[in-house]
């Protein structure tokens, strides 16, 4: 029942909240309870309790309140709370300074005075930074953000991704995730950071990663990221994992054995897989960035080629580019069929004749595992899309690879029923961080499996259809993102 007066009040209500309709007997003074870990029920106690010793108890937050009240919250946490109350979003969003956040002590000092006691420093709320204060509103989940391409932090995201992928390379997931969360909350900040304390309890920033900004924000740079930059493991690792076909396990192998360097891998050629050996082959090339023309051409090129044998069926250019990117590792590209079924059979058709013509300079693929609309076993689970990782041969009059007037490109092609389409759309989008957010909302806050095939409701035991990526995050209660804000 105490949910009901605060759907009924908008923010700011321009008049005062309906009860009670009498001012109180102290008008200077306006509560409000923040329901949070008191509870429901003891906040409709205690409403009843001070209003009936005169005082007004306002059940919504508005700009009126001149006394917020909690219990068993910290600062940080009603901060934050009234924060999004107040709707803001970044410091200098509203000059008025908000009611004084109080502890619990001072209401029940006031209820036994029969009247509101002076405001001493022992009742208030601690607050640790400026960002509460401020306003600084950031969602605990990446997907529940705007993350744009560019944004004011780049130093710092840089050394914290740095970071992040040093811990990879050791096989700390968790640590590299850590850092991953503290660089997606500083890209979705709308201005440049000018001092750690700006940012008070905004999620996803433990100590290490605040030691690491703190560097960064006096020293310009980061002693450890510096350190770890020049270590001999860190640019092994970084030039051993940039091959395609090798992840972090064969290059920690292969550094645990002495290798160092490309040439000392390529005297052993017979100890690696034929994914490997076109990766190495195509070393530099696939390290080149591919820009947006690029994929653009091989999008046009592979959308051409497979209407030959599937006229109406559809190429989109997912990953990076259609986030906004400019440039990016590889082209992913999604194929579909207006028809359920059809896009069937079509995807080896167009790699052989690809092939053919001479386009392809390595291929490999893997068909198609879903098995159905079954309760999906995790959200960690693969994709099982039939799929095909390539090189393309992209012919290329400009750029470093023009002396010989072509250049290998990292191509993945991903064919998906169309009823499955918007979910591989949305998987395939990213960013991988993104990704990981949207699995991790559903997964807790919605009790949903979410993949690149489906959404499943677990509560319900149902499966939650989709015709387009908008409807999905209906399904999750998000606010839409659109891919050019899901840089997280
Ligand atoms: P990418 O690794 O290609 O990333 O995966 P990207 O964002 O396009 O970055 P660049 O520009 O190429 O470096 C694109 C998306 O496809 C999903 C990932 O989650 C990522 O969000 N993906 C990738 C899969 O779902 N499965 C895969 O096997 C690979
Ligand atoms: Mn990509």
């Avoid at 934050?80 to 200098?92: K, S, T």
């Avoid at 470093?400 to 918007?422: E, H, M, N, T, Y």
Wanted: proline content about 7%; hydrophobic content about 40%; overall charge positive.
């Amino acid at each position: 029942m105490a949910q009901v007066p605060l759907k009924k009040k908008k923010r700011r209500a321009p008049s005062p909240p309906a009860e009670p309709p009498a001012p109180g007997r102290f008008p200077a003074v306006v509560l409000c309870l923040v329901e949070k870990r008191m509870g429901a029920s003891r906040r409709a106690f205690l409403t009843a309790l001070a209003r009936a010793k005169g005082f007004r108890v306002d059940g919504a937050y508005s700009a009126a309140v001149t006394h917020l009240v909690s219990e068993r919250n910290s600062g940080d946490e009603v901060a934050r709370w009234l924060a999004q109350q107040r709707g803001e979003r970044g410091p200098g969003g509203d000059p008025d300074p908000g009611p004084a956040l109080l502890d619990l002590s001072w209401f029940t000092e006031s209820m036994s005075a029969g009247q509101p006691v002076a405001i001493e420093p022992r009742h208030r709320l601690r607050v640790t930074g400026p960002a509460a204060q401020h306003g600084w509103h950031v969602a605990p989940y990446a997907c529940q953000r705007r993350t744009p391409l560019a944004h004011s932090n780049q130093a710092l995201t840089e050394a914290l991704e740095t970071l992040a992928e040093e811990a990879g390379f050791s096989g700390s997931e968790g640590r590299s995730l850590a850092f991953t969360r503290a660089a997606s909350v500083l890209k979705a900040l709308p201005r440049r950071l000018g001092a750690l304390e700006e940012l008070g309890p905004l999620p996803g920033l433990g100590e290490h990663s605040r030691r690491v900004i703190q560097d960064v924000l006096e020293d310009g740079v980061s002693a450890e990221v510096q350190r770890v930059k020049l270590s001999e493991r860190y640019r092994t690792m970084k030039l051993f994992t940039k091959i395609f076909g090798v992840g972090v396990r064969t290059a920690d192998r292969w550094y645990q054995e002495g290798l160092r360097t490309l040439a000392e891998l390529q005297e052993r050629r017979t100890k690696l897989t034929r994914q490997q050996q076109a990766g190495l082959r195509h070393y530099d090339d696939l390290n080149t960035p591919v820009g947006r023309g690029e994929a653009e051409t091989i999008s046009r090129a592979v959308q051409e080629a497979v209407w030959r044998f599937l006229p109406g069926a559809a190429v989109t250019l997912a990953g990076g580019f259609r986030r906004g990117k400019l440039h990016g590792h590889d082209v992913d590209l999604l194929i579909t069929h207006p028809e359920d079924g059809r896009e069937a059979g079509l995807l080896s058709l167009l790699v052989s004749w690809l092939d053919s013509q001479g386009v392809i300079l390595y291929q490999h693929s893997q068909e198609n595992s879903y098995e159905g609309p079954e309760p999906p076993r995790g959200e960690g689970v693969l994709d099982q899309f039939e799929r095909c990782f390539c090189i393309f041969c992209l012919a290329a009059p400009g750029g470093p690879a023009a002396g010989r007037g072509w250049k290998a490109v990292r191509v993945d092609l991903v064919v998906a029923p169309i009823s499955q389409f918007p979910f591989a759309l949305l998987g395939w989008t990213g960013s991988r961080h993104f990704e990981r957010e949207l699995r991790r909302f559903a997964k807790h806050e919605r009790k949903m499996v979410l993949n690149s095939h489906a959404l499943y409701d677990t509560r319900r035991s149902l499966f939650l259809p989709a015709a387009s990526e908008e409807e999905i995050f209906q399904h999750l209660g998000l606010e839409y993102v659109p891919p050019t804000e899901r840089n997280a």
